[in-house]
């Protein structure tokens, strides 16, 4: 201590907290470390144990435990049963502290059974404490065999007094359902229905908890525990809310229909549960309410004014919980103010700054357009005091006001721009510039103040990911902008300031100016900065200002003056958008150089021929919007067979065949037709592992060919005849051709093996493929090359190839009217209806992206959604190998807030219902 009270304030390390200027607080946990604590452990074996310095030494070991420190097996062994002989003390903290060691270490350590007898020998303790504990340790620790062994102490203590004891009981009951451990848990109903009776309001939680949790697979079972604890009533506040949860998740299982008719009791019981005592009891059923599909106007009007009356409490929890359900309120109908603009002052300026921001964020949502601008001055000084994560809910609250109110952009874009150029942190500013950018396109006549306030933004913006983004919006729209002029300088402006990675986005961006409608001054004026950026110090701006100069076409004015570009800068056959002259989808160009440096290994050259050739026609396709659709192009709609991929493979071939050129020549292969489709590649074994695997699908008319290419990592070894086994036992409809093997194998040198699979007619198999290798292993000497010629058979398993949709799936090249002539002539006696929810998708263009992925398919419509989008409609078309298996989905996608998921309604159409079925049970 008193070398610490030499150190200075600003010199203590973070551990070290001051209470004031005098005292000084050091961390228990200060350089802390695994050896020590473990040696610190070995007291537990002492012959007289000390429980103050035992305490001691497990507060540590916890301590490492929660923070991630790994113990080996053995280290947790060890320490397992060191701490298990602490039982032979009976002082209360250090038994509460074994008991927690032991959860903590049950998962990696050996033979944890063996402590069984000391926990029975507390479950029949005299100790409600002990009990209680011990009951929730031996539950944790028990596998399902010992669970029948100790089922008679765990019913006793379920109708124990002691409320302790029987909510450790009905808890451990929960952890063993959870874990498949509890068969016998099923038989507990009459004790667990008992246990509803106990006077503890959290022993009945717990109980309904458990009594659910049995009979949740049984939809008629839980609807007359429900009616029955609906009638008669619960007194536990807790369990109540869990009554209401109940009854909301059985309504949401049926039609609205039944949930307003045939569901009226359930509904009245939580209208009931507006007048309880409880405050919890009052905002779960007013949430609950709220959530009920199909609720009227009225309800939630009546709901609203019970609500109200909360937000006068003093608790801050009942307030915004209140403010919550309003907020929720004005989703459902957003042009009710909910919120009574009178009280919005007090809550303005209330200590609580979750509870201001929700109640700005309330007030916003359900504001009238003639009030916005009130509102906005109202909220201006307070908005700047509250943190980044309250702003960027307000902020996401004014976006939905400018789509609301389109009108009155003016006002709101002004509250956003003044607020970027406030200080902030990444999130809050990305939050304000994605409403920017979605403006931009849902609100058009906002489009000049919006680029406005994002170049006077990009003047003093510290994130280079955001000054890139807007950079490149810039070189988007700016060209066709009234007076595009005024951006150049905003743009040339990041060259000179701003560091490599911006500069090069600056460059690209400036270069997007040099299209047809630019002036013969304007086009002159770029071509000289962009000439400036060929001497900048970074090799990726030059790379693009000399590859931009390139391309610049000379243009002429009047068909006589032309652009004075050097001699070696002069004619090109394209202009700067289009780089049509290039062969190559510029995307694939991308990805394939980004996993080229990805892999760090630049003895190979840069393979240009394995970048997947672009088909403009096709990309142009998906884009024509429906009013735009040529006389010709409607008159060859009645031939809508003609565009299926049938007539387009012959546009495709080519590629297929450049690409694959090594099938071709492939004897084996060569009965088999024309190759339709090549799948992305799949890697089948990790990067560190002694063989590196991956697959590719070729989908032909009846057959698919399984293209290994096989690597070994061993110097010492080589193999011969390495050839693949795949099981086909597990999908139906797949038979195996033939096996082409690899004679040889070498060291770091990729090799092909090929597996030819025959699909049976009427067969899209869908499924994992086990696959593993088998080869004849000999070794050798990596220093003379010397090779024992006894060599040996192995076997090597790799993980499961996956079969799906997609590896049948040909996209068509179509448009809106085809599409719609094709959708009318399947009609709906082909047509299957799904709903799917995406949890794992956080967005709408997240999971239209997976699905058109997954589905393999064409996007004909929709393919441009915006990062904010509540709901968005994608039309998708493809055909499964033939032309007469033509297959169109109208994609419906909704973004549910509540439930953090997007919830997908597919529509289905083909020329056979089997095959729509087909479609959405692979989606299933």
């Known amino acids: 201590m008193a070398a610490l009270a030499s150190l200075g304030k600003d010199d203590l390390p973070p551990s070290i907290k001051l209470k004031n200027e005098d005292d000084l607080a050091v961390s228990p ?15 537990f074996n002492d012959l007289h144990l000390k429980p103050r310095k035992c305490v001691d030494a497990l507060v540590r070991l916890l301590y490492l435990v929660g923070h991630g420190e790994k113990l080996s097996s053995t280290e947790a062994t060890e320490v397992f049963f060191s701490i298990t002989k602490l039982f032979q003390s009976n002082e209360p903290t250090l038994r509460r502290l074994v008991y927690l060691s032991i959860k903590e270490l049950a998962g990696a350590a050996d033979e944890v059974i063996i402590v069984t007898n000391c926990l029975m020998k507390d479950v029949n303790s005299r100790e409600d404490m002990f009990r209680a504990n011990a009951t929730r340790v031996l539950c944790r620790i028990t596998d399902s065999q010992m669970v029948s062994q100790i089922e008679r102490y765990l019913k006793q203590e379920i109708v124990d007094r002691n409320p302790v004891v029987a909510s450790a009981a009905l808890v451990s009951g929960q952890h063993l359902l959870l874990h498949n451990k509890g068969d016998v848990v099923r038989r507990w109903v009459s004790e667990v229905t008992q246990a509803l ?29 429900v009616q029955g604890l609906a009638r008669s009533g619960i007194r536990s506040a807790f369990a109540c809310c869990l009554l209401i949860r109940c009854i909301l998740r059985i309504i949401g299982e049926t039609s609205v229909a039944e949930s307003m008719n045939e569901q009226r009791s359930y509904f009245e019981f939580i209208e009931s549960c507006l007048r309880h005592p409880s405050d919890m009891v009052v905002c779960e059923a007013a949430r609950a309410i709220i959530s009920v599909p199909g609720i009227s106007r009225e309800e939630v009007k009546k709901t609203v004014t019970v609500v109200n009356s909360h937000l006068l409490r003093r608790g801050s929890v009942v307030r915004h919980a209140a403010l919550r359900i309003l907020n929720r309120a004005t989703y459902l109908y957003p042009n009710q103010q909910w919120f009574d603009p009178f009280d919005f002052e007090d809550f303005l300026h209330d200590k609580n700054r979750a509870i201001t921001t929700l109640a700005i964020a ?46 009155s952009y003016y006002s709101l874009l002004n509250f956003l721009g003044s607020s970027l150029r406030e200080e902030g942190g990444f999130e809050f500013k990305k939050a304000i510039v994605d409403a920017y950018f979605s403006l931009l396109n849902e609100v058009p006549q906002s489009k000049e103040i919006c680029l406005s306030h994002l170049c006077e933004f990009i003047e003093d913006c510290e994130h280079p990911f955001l000054s890139a983004r807007i950079l490149h919006l810039l070189g988007q729209e700016g060209p066709k902008m009234p007076q595009p002029g005024k951006y150049i300088r905003y743009i040339y402006n990041r060259i000179i300031l701003e560091n490599a ?6 460059v690209s961006s400036l270069a997007r100016f040099l299209d047809e409608n630019s002036t013969s001054q304007t086009r002159k004026a770029i071509v000289v900065l962009l000439k400036q950026c060929l001497y900048d110090s970074d090799d990726e701006v030059r790379d693009r200002a000399s590859y931009f100069l390139h391309q610049c076409q000379q243009k002429t004015l009047e068909e006589n003056s032309l652009i004075n570009v050097d001699e070696e ?27 080229y440096l990805k892999r760090e290994d630049f003895n190979e050259e840069f393979n240009i021929a394995d970048v997947p050739k672009s088909d403009r026609n096709l990309e142009v396709s998906e884009h024509i919007p429906m009013e735009r659709v040529t006389e010709k192009t409607q008159e060859a709609s009645s031939e809508w067979g003609n565009v299926l991929l049938g007539s387009v493979q012959g546009r495709d071939l080519s590629h297929w065949q450049d690409k694959n050129s090594h099938l071709l020549e492939m004897k084996e292969l060569a009965s088999l037709g024309t190759l339709l489709k090549s799948s ?56 195996l051709v033939k096996n082409v093997p690899i004679s040889l194998l070498k060291h ?12 049976l007619e009427g067969f899209y198999p869908i499924g994992d493929v086990p696959c593993e290798i088998r080869y004849i292993v000999k070794e050798m000497n990596p220093s003379t090359g010397e090779v024992d010629e006894r060599g040996f058979d192995e076997e090597y398993k790799l993980e499961d190839l996956s079969f799906g949709i997609s590896d049948y799936m040909l996209p068509i090249q179509q448009t809106n009217v085809l599409f719609k002539d094709m959708w009318d002539k399947f009609g709906s006696q082909n047509e299957v209806r799904e709903t799917f929810a995406l949890s794992m998708h956080q967005s709408i263009p997240s999971a239209l992206s997976a699905v058109r992925e997954f589905l393999g398919m064409t996007v004909v419509e929709g393919a441009q959604v915006s990062p904010y989008a509540t709901h968005h409609i994608s039309l998708f078309a493809g055909s499964l190998l033939t032309d007469d298996d033509s297959v169109l989905v109208v994609c419906y996608a909704e973004f549910v807030k509540e439930n953090q998921a997007v919830v997908l309604n597919l529509t289905v159409r083909s020329e056979d219902l089997n095959v729509s079925e087909l479609v959405t049970s692979a989606i299933a």
């Open 197 to 225: 009776e106990h006077p503890s309001p959290m022993v009945q939680y717990h109980a309904l908890a458990l009594l659910y949790q049995i009979r949740q697979h049984d939809r008629l079972a839980v609807s007359k525990l």
């Open 29 to 43: 946990f200060l350089g802390i470390e695994k050896g020590a604590v473990l040696q610190e452990c070995r007291i």
């Open 569 to 595: 800068l002069s004619s090109s056959p394209t202009t700067i958008k289009e780089f049509s002259h290039l062969p190559y989808s510029l995307p694939e160009l991308e990805n394939s150089l980004v996993d």
């Open 680 to 735: 992305p590649s799949v890697e089948l074994t990790e990067p560190e592992t002694e063989y590196n695997v991956t697959c590719l699908k070729h989908t032909y008319r009846q057959h698919i060919v399984l293209e290994f290419t096989i690597m070994s990592t061993l110097e010492d070894q080589i193999l011969e005849n390495v050839y693949i086994v795949a099981d086909l036992s597990s999908i139906e409809g797949l038979e």
């Open 501 to 506: 990675a911006v500069r090069a986005a600056a």
């Open 362 to 407: 309330t007030v916003l949502r359900g504001a009238r357009e003639q009030t916005i601008e009130g509102f906005l001055k109202k909220i201006q000084a307070r908005f700047m005091e509250l943190p980044d994560e309250f702003r960027v809910q307000i902020v996401e609250a004014v976006h939905s006001l400018v789509l609301k109110y389109p009108n």
């Open 748 to 759: 770091g040198i990729p090799e092909r093996a090929f597996v030819v699979l025959k699909r």
